[in-house]
C-alpha cells in the first residue's frame, strides 16, 4: 500500500495550509503578541534586536535634539552654563546617557539638570516607553521559552497500533511513556478518527472527526503517567471501525490522532 500524505504528522504538525482568505495579514496583527510567539527563534531574535535598536536610537535622538535645541552642544565647555543634561556635547554622548537612565545604572559623569522642563517630559515618556517595550519583547521571549514543544520530545507513543483480543473483547491498543522523572499532572489522553464521508443528503465531508472512546465513561483517559501505559478503545458497536473486517481497514483511508493533554509538573 502506498504512503499517502498524512493529516497530522508524528511529531505534531498538522499539515494545513489555509488559501482564499480575505483579510489575513490584518488579523494575524490584530493578535501581534501570538504572532510573534508563533514565528520561528530566528524572527523572533531579529525583532527583538531590531526593536531594541530603533527605540534606542530614537531616545538618544530626542534627548541629542533637545540639547540641540537649546544650544547646550555649543556650550558644553562653558562651566556657567547650566545645560539641560551635563556633559551631553554629542550623538555618542547623548546615547550614553540614555543607556545610563534606561538601565538605571545610576548616574555619574552624565545627569539631567533641573534648568531643563522638557528634559524631564522627555525622561517620564521614556520611562513609560521602555517599560511598555521591555513587557512586550521579554513576555514573548519568556513565553517562547516556556512552550511545552520540545517537552513533547520526551512523550513516547508506539510507532504501530494493534488490534487484539482484550478481556473477550477485541480491542484497538497502543502505549505511551513519560521519559522524564517530572510527571503529567491532570493527563488527559483523547483519539481522533478523521475520514471522509458522504452524508445521506449527498453531501461529501472530506474531513469528518469522530472521537474514539479510550476510557471516558471509566475514567481510564485520566492519565497517572508514571509509567508506560496501554490505551484501549474496545471495538464493539459504538466504534466506527465496527462495521470493518481486516481486508477492508487495510485498504480503507483514514487517520487516527492522538491527543495528550497535561500540566508539565516543572514549569506549569
Known amino acids: 500500500r502506498g504512503k499517502r500524505q498524512r493529516f ?4 505534531g504538525r498538522c499539515n494545513v495550509q489555509h488559501g482564499n482568505l480575505g483579510g489575513e495579514t490584518s488579523r494575524y496583527l490584530s493578535d501581534l503578541f501570538t504572532t510573534l510567539v508563533d514565528l520561528k527563534w530566528r524572527w523572533n531574535l531579529f525583532i527583538f534586536i ?21 544650544g547646550d552642544l555649543n556650550k558644553a565647555h562653558d562651566d556657567s552654563y547650566t545645560p539641560c543634561v551635563a556633559n551631553v556635547y554629542n550623538f555618542p554622548s547623548a ?14 559623569y552624565r545627569y539631567i539638570t533641573d534648568k531643563c522642563p522638557e528634559g524631564i517630559i522627555l525622561f ?31 512523550l513516547m507513543f508506539s510507532e504501530h ?4 483480543m ?11 511513556g513519560n521519559l522524564r522523572n517530572s510527571h503529567m499532572v491532570s493527563a488527559q489522553i483523547r483519539c481522533k478518527l478523521l475520514k471522509s464521508r458522504q452524508t445521506p443528503e449527498g453531501e461529501f465531508l472530506p474531513l469528518d472527526q469522530l472521537e474514539l472512546d479510550v476510557g ?21 458497536a459504538k466504534s466506527p ?28
Open 8 to 11: 497530522v504528522d508524528k511529531n
Open 216 to 236: 471516558f465513561s471509566t475514567g481510564a483517559d485520566q492519565l497517572f503517567l508514571v509509567s508506560p501505559l496501554t490505551i484501549c478503545h474496545v471495538i464493539d
Open 50 to 70: 531590531l526593536t531594541y535598536t530603533v527605540a534606542w536610537l530614537f531616545m538618544a535622538s530626542m534627548w541629542w535634539v533637545i540639547a540641540y535645541m537649546r
Open 241 to 268: 471501525f465496527y462495521d470493518l473486517s481486516q481486508r477492508s481497514m487495510q485498504t480503507e483511508q483514514f487517520e487516527i490522532v492522538v491527543i495528550l493533554e497535561g500540566i508539565v509538573e516543572t514549569t506549569g
Open 95 to 108: 546615547f550614553l546617557f540614555f543607556i545610563e537612565t534606561e538601565a538605571t545604572i545610576g548616574y555619574g
Open 124 to 154: 517620564l515618556f521614556q520611562s513609560i516607553l521602555g517599560s511598555i517595550v521591555d513587557a512586550f519583547l521579554i513576555g514573548c521571549m519568556f513565553i517562547k521559552m516556556s512552550q511545552p514543544k520540545k517537552r513533547a520530545e520526551t
Open 161 to 164: 497500533a494493534a488490534i487484539s
Open 166 to 176: 482484550r478481556d473477550g473483547k477485541l480491542t484497538l491498543m497502543f502505549r505511551v
